[in-house]
């Protein structure tokens, strides 16, 4: 079983940065990609980028582009999301998961382990 934890979230200003983590404790995703979703109040959750098992192969949402960078480290088994320039239109619930597949995609259906999420609020 996958235990994930996300960590990290939190408020903080338009035009501000934070540092979400996912980790497991319990149990290694290293051989698996990992993704980020998020979901804002009434509506669906939304993929916000993935990376590959090994990293070398990293996506995003066109609407966080340039913007937020996913990277990981393997012997920690941890995955990090930076948001950089956040908006307040990134204000959500933020979730890691683990992809079924050693290179990630942005379907849901593609992950079979989630986190619990962590609130991000961007004040405007």
């Known amino acids: 079983q996958v235990h994930l934890v996300e960590s990290g979230g939190g408020l903080v200003q338009a035009g501000g940065s934070l540092r979400l983590s996912c980790a497991d404790s319990r149990r290694t995703f290293s051989n698996n990609g990992v993704g980020w979703f998020r979901q804002a109040g009434g509506k669906e959750r939304e993929f916000v980028g993935s990376?590959?098992?090994?990293?070398?192969?990293?996506s995003y949402a066109d609407s966080v582009k340039g913007r937020f960078t996913i990277s990981r480290d393997r012997a920690k088994n941890t995955v990090s999301l930076q948001m950089d320039s956040l908006r307040p239109e990134d204000t959500a619930v933020y979730y890691c998961?683990?992809?079924?597949?050693?290179?990630?995609?942005?379907?849901?259906?593609?992950?079979?382990?989630w986190g619990q999420g962590t609130q991000v609020t961007v004040s405007s």
């Open positions: 998961a683990v992809s079924r597949r050693a290179y990630a995609s942005g379907v849901v259906k593609d992950y079979n382990y």
């Open positions: 990376i590959s098992w090994n990293g070398d192969n990293v």
